[in-house]
């Protein structure tokens, strides 16, 4: 038998399950084509008494069957026959849509797709090689800003999912030459790559191909920076230790950004409205912070969401951060007179519990000011914790004495027990600052609604520190979304600050003017056509802004 297959050349044990399909497809067809043609010969002959040749016969039953006309046989008397065209007609649309599905649908569906294709001409954008966190996360905030970009993703599942969503993504490897001048790296301004044990290699060709690459590299130890600047990465950021270092600032210090130009300075600083305190159930109009003169209230977070140029008539809660932008004296000065507001003196009586002794965690001790208690909770003996225990139990939390800390640090590694801890400690510890790391964006949310004070993302962290050194802005961390920008005073000439901050429904406001030198932000100041003014906004509202106001 074996040798009788190999002399016929194959077999239909040989054929895969499509060609068989495709191949019973065809038999069916011709078999139908066949019959009808028969039939039809029969029909003219013995019904319709108009005799034709079988040729004839075939022409008239391809024609119908694909619907292009019935040549001169048309109209047919007898009922039998037009039952029968009919039936033709019907089975020629059936064997249609099964040709569409058989054959030509299958055909384009296993065609090779070029997602190349798809990209736009590039120069001065940024290739993204690789990115192990959420790839969606950072294009979109790449896109918020109108940075060109390329993705190079190894994945030709994940790439062509992207692709198909609109991302300017490519299926490539990121460590092969070519791939990289597939997306166009000697036209590149930067390359960011988080491609672990990788990124070496992918950086040192990326440079081959442009030294004059700015590269930012992820790390999940801060230990490999050292060697990452060997190589050629001008910033390498260690996510976890990055986002613990945050959260202990928050945790002692109110978080401050300043415009850093010359001798001129404008510091926006984020104001926790804490539990308790005076400012619960007031009028954002009737707070001391919106009414001050030298003060403008830019933005609040309410139950984690952000709220630029909040409505005056909006009620201060527990958990609401205010967003501020003034000279930093004046804030200090303000802030030190509300009573629930706690300043960078206050730090000295804190005590703060740390949940989590990994990367995040140790960072997070480490950027604690010496004269701060700290006391450490982790499940592992290895970690050296003050506290041994898993901190989504109410016992550990009662043993690090969380009802007595000023302050808990969430960086566990789960956010599902991230957000347990945050529930566990609220109950524990209604007047606790709790301040979490989340690695989900979607679980900011959650993680306010279970009683944290402060959220910060770690996917949203990465991305708006990415956007930023694009960008070549600062961008208010870690409220994140929040821009300052300098820009051309002269569409306001003539104007008072009162009158320029006057329209509450864009979502940018006049911070300041910048004038000879000094920061004026005096709601009577009048601006001048050489001034320069300080703006504050969501990322669309400062586009928006640079689109229609900014002329300069």
């Not at 055909?107 to 090779?112: K, V």
């Not at 969503?165 to 390359?191: C, F, V």
């Not at 592992?380 to 109410?394: I, K, L, N, R």
Request: proline letters at 4%.
């Amino acid at each position: 038998m074996r040798e009788l297959r190999n002399l016929k050349g194959f077999h239909p044990d040989d054929l895969t399950r499509r060609q068989r399909l495709v191949l019973g497809y065809g038999v069916g067809l011709v078999s139908v084509i066949v019959v009808f043609t028969l039939l039809y010969y029969w029909g003219m002959r013995t019904l319709e008494g108009r005799p034709r040749s079988i040729f004839q016969a075939l022409n008239t039953v391809i024609e119908t069957m694909t619907t292009t006309g019935y040549g001169a046989d048309s109209p047919w008397e007898t009922p039998a026959m037009n039952v029968f065209v009919a039936a033709m007609q019907v089975t020629g649309v059936v064997i249609g849509f099964v040709t569409l599905r058989v054959l030509v649908i299958p055909l384009f569906e296993r065609a090779p797709l070029n997602l190349d294709d798809r990209l736009s001409v590039k120069r001065d954008h940024v290739v993204v090689a690789e990115y192990q966190r959420d790839t969606e996360v950072l294009l979109d905030e790449l896109e918020e800003l109108d940075v060109d970009y390329v993705l190079v993703e190894s994945d030709q599942e994940e790439a062509k999912r992207l692709s198909d969503d609109g991302y300017q993504a490519i299926h490539g490897d990121p460590e092969d030459r070519e791939d990289l001048e597939r997306a166009t790296i000697e036209e590149a301004s930067m390359l960011i790559t988080d491609a672990g044990n990788r990124t070496a290699s992918i950086v040192l060709t990326a440079l081959e191909a442009n030294e004059d690459l700015r590269v930012i590299s992820f790390t999940d130890s801060t230990r490999r920076k050292a060697a990452f600047a060997e190589i050629g990465v001008d910033r390498s950021v260690a996510p976890h230790a990055l986002i613990g270092r945050r959260l202990a600032e928050k945790a002692t210090t109110p978080v401050t950004v300043d415009s850093g130009v010359g001798d001129t300075s404008v510091t926006i600083r984020e104001v926790l409205v804490r539990r308790g305190s005076s400012l619960h159930g007031v009028r954002i109009r009737d707070s001391p912070l919106a009414t001050h003169p030298d003060l403008t209230l830019v933005a609040g977070w309410f139950d984690g969401e952000l709220r630029v140029s909040p409505s005056a008539d909006a009620r201060l809660t527990a958990n609401t951060v205010l967003v501020v932008a003034g000279p930093e004296g004046t804030l200090d000065e303000v802030a030190s007179e509300v009573a629930g507001i706690r300043t960078p003196q206050d730090s000295a009586r804190e005590r703060v519990v740390v949940a989590g002794l990994g990367e995040g965690g140790t960072a997070a001790v480490e950027a604690l000011p010496e004269q701060v208690s700290v006391t450490t909770v982790d499940e592992s003996p290895d970690a050296d914790p003050d506290v041994v225990g898993d901190v989504t139990e109410p016992q550990t939390l009662r043993e690090a004495d969380v009802d007595d800390a000023s302050a808990l640090i969430v960086t566990v590694n789960d956010d599902a027990d991230a957000l347990l801890t945050t529930a566990m400690a609220r109950a524990l510890a209604p007047d606790v600052e709790i301040l979490v790391r989340v690695t989900d964006t979607e679980k900011t949310g959650p993680a306010f609604r279970a009683g944290a004070d402060y959220v910060l993302s770690i996917q949203q962290l990465c991305a708006r520190l990415v956007a930023a050194e694009v960008h070549g802005e600062r961008v208010m961390d870690p409220v994140g979304q929040i821009r300052l920008v300098r820009a051309d005073a002269s569409a306001f000439a003539g104007e008072s600050l009162r009158d320029a901050r006057r329209d509450a429904d864009r979502e940018w406001t006049v911070v300041a003017v910048a004038r000879n030198g000094g920061v004026h932000t005096a709601e009577e100041t009048v601006v001048e056509s050489g001034d320069e003014m300080f703006v504050a906004g969501s990322d669309e509202a400062i586009q928006e802004f640079e689109r229609t106001v900014d002329t300069g």
